[in-house]
């Protein structure tokens, strides 16, 4: 049941309390109640998902990063590699987490990633093999908005259409953007081999965007787990408006911290709930860290900055954040369809929201990043290898992302899609960095429990990432230089004067919105690491961070479809540890 006010929750006592109810935490609140004999808690600090029509219509997620009750509105520290600029860190602040605020974008990263978590945690359960029938189980894959013929589009062997969260592919066309896209892969194979499903766990190549959008409406953990005939379940409770501070009722058990309960603000007021079983956090990248270090448990040195008494000096809390840098590179285009068309004409948006509202069909079903995605390697003479050993040497797995996109300035810096100020028409690629070297930290920055923390993204730091980037700019020139882009691409509107390169490069990097790992996870008596590899944290009894922030590499992918995986893993290991 979902629960707008505290006096309406029947107690404060369950066996699970959960802090969070975005992505990873609603997959844990459905799959925990499946039992009937269990009860849950889910925190949430924001308010419903109900109705936040820029959260349902696809096109419309760049309004979602205005300053507004539905994003926590952070900004980062100055960037030290990015000539000191501040980014707006957006995440959402309502019931579904980032799943109900980010780009959609259906990704599953390498298979060589995977490996690599069974590797560092020496847990085989981590492997691709074993993961692979998660990703089956959150999926329900349904045709497009426009039921266009699919073939040869995807590769339905890999889907699942089963699961909560319902993905497709675009349901909008850009035929000639896209004929462009698919014909520079058959004039550059070498390079640009066309990839029929990036989601196989072999990414590398260009395939068609696959998102996380059923029939023309946004998917997110809030509609699929948490869908009607789940929070009506006797035994979930979900209460709103409620942001956790810390926890409390500390107690020395085997030598372990455990917490008698978890303390949460509602209004003006502080109330505490307790779990039977387990606290598990899983407020995100941000919210986690910050509900650990209010406890006690973190860098000694940054607790004590903060007169934080040390319950527990676990050094890794709130370091190694990773985010992909995201470079964009814009041109204008000899064509009318793009998403300009929409963007910069009222009458035309108007009528694509009536279209919408009456059909879910026409311009506002697809995300605004893109109509295909690219996967590529480093060249092996990359001069990012001579300062820094290769980040990702599985030669399976990619470094760097291409996002092809018809339209101007995608939402990557969280403005609106409408691209650059004028009249022409735009095209766009996204060029990210998938295995950067470079690390941030997310720390609290007062005692106060509820004030902003420190985020620093990192982005920059290590020379790696601009070499990387540079290649990256290099390879998305030679993509237009394909015949296909002749008579369609006019000017190229960003600089990219080999001078100042690097200073454009430090200047204009964003997020790709992918931070994760600031909880990573590590192998049972590691020397690093917060969580072990059945995501309990080490040195305290009966507690569990499940979410991003436990990642303990970033993957080569827009993180929601690991975040689904982890927590669906996290669920079966709680189940089991508690015999249920
Ligand atoms: C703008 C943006 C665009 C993105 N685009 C994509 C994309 O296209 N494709 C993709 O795959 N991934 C994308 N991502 C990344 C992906 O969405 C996230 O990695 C993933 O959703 C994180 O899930 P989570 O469960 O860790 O955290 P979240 O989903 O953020 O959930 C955390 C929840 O906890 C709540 N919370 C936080 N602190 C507290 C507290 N103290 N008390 C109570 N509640 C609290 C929050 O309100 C939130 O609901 C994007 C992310 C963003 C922000």
Not at 123 to 137: A, T, V
């Amino acid at each position: 049941k979902l629960y707008e006010d505290v006096a309406d929750l029947p107690g404060f006592n369950y066996d699970f309390v959960i802090a969070g109810g975005g992505t990873a935490g609603n997959v844990l609140a459905n799959r925990l109640t499946e039992n009937p004999n269990v009860s849950v808690l889910v925190l949430e600090a924001g308010v419903s998902n109900a109705g936040i029509l820029p959260s349902e219509v696809p096109f419309r997620l760049g309004e979602l990063f205005a300053p507004t009750v539905w994003n926590w509105n952070y900004t980062s520290t100055p960037g030290t590699g990015l000539l000191d600029r501040v980014l707006g860190v957006s995440r959402a602040h309502f019931l579904g987490g980032c799943s109900g605020h980010n780009g959609m974008v259906y990704t599953r990263g390498a298979a060589a990633d995977f490996d690599r978590y069974a590797q560092i945690t020496g847990d085989q359960g981590w492997s691709w093999n074993n993961i692979y029938p998660y990703f089956l189980k959150t999926e329900n894959w349904t045709s497009p908005a426009d039921h266009h013929n699919t073939d040869g589009q995807y590769n339905p062997a890999l889907h699942g259409t089963n699961g909560p969260v319902f993905t497709s592919l675009n349901g909008y066309p850009y035929t000639q953007f896209e004929q462009n896209v698919i014909a520079t892969t058959k004039t550059l194979p070498q390079d640009w081999p066309f990839n029929l499903d990036m989601n196989s766990g072999k990414p590398l190549g260009v395939g068609y965007l696959q998102s996380t959008i059923g029939n023309g409406e946004r998917s997110t953990s809030a509609t699929g787990y948490l869908a009607p005939q789940y929070i009506q379940r006797p035994n979930l409770h979900v209460l709103l408006h409620s942001q956790v501070s810390k926890l409390v009722n500390s107690t020395m058990k085997n030598g372990n911290v455990s917490f008698g309960g978890i303390q949460f603000k509602y209004g003006n007021s502080l109330y505490t709930a307790k779990a039977g079983k387990e606290i598990i956090l899983s407020a995100g990248v941000i919210g986690s860290v910050q509900i650990l270090q209010n406890s006690g448990i973190g860098p000694q040195e940054v607790l004590s900055a903060q007169n934080v008494p040390t319950l527990l000096n676990l050094p890794s809390v709130g370091k190694n954040g990773t985010d992909h840098p995201f470079f964009s590179i814009i041109w204008t285009v000899n064509s009318t369809r793009t998403y300009e068309a929409v963007t910069r004409n009222t009458t035309a948006f108007n009528k694509a929201q009536a279209q919408w509202n009456q059909s879910k069909t026409g311009p506002l079903v697809t995300s605004p990043l893109g109509t295909h995605i690219g996967w590529k390697r480093l060249p092996t003479n990359s001069s990012a290898f001579s300062v820094h050993a290769d980040p990702n040497p599985n030669p399976t797995a990619p470094h760097l992302e291409f996002v092809f996109v018809p339209g101007g300035q995608i939402a990557a810096d969280g403005n609106s899609p409408s691209g650059p100020a004028g009249e022409s028409n735009f095209m766009t690629i996204g060029v990210a960095l998938i295995s950067p070297v470079s690390r941030g930290s997310v720390n609290i920055s007062s005692s106060d429990p509820f004030a902003p923390p420190l985020i620093d993204m990192g982005f920059l730091t290590n020379e790696f990432d601009v070499l990387a980037i540079r290649d990256g700019i290099a390879d998305a020139q030679k993509f237009v230089s394909q015949p296909a882009w002749k008579g369609y691409l006019e000017t190229l509107v960003t600089d990219l004067t080999p001078a100042t390169l690097e200073t454009t490069i430090r200047n204009t990097t964003d997020q790709s919105f992918h931070y994760c790992g600031t909880n990573g996870m590590s192998a049972h008596g590691a020397s690093y690491g917060v969580v072990n590899p059945d995501f309990l944290v080490k040195g305290v009894t009966g507690l569990s961070v499940i979410d991003g922030s436990t990642l303990p590499i970033i993957p080569a992918a827009h993180t929601q479809a690991v975040v689904y995986v982890f927590a669906e893993r996290g669920a079966d290991l709680v189940k089991k540890r508690w015999n249920l």
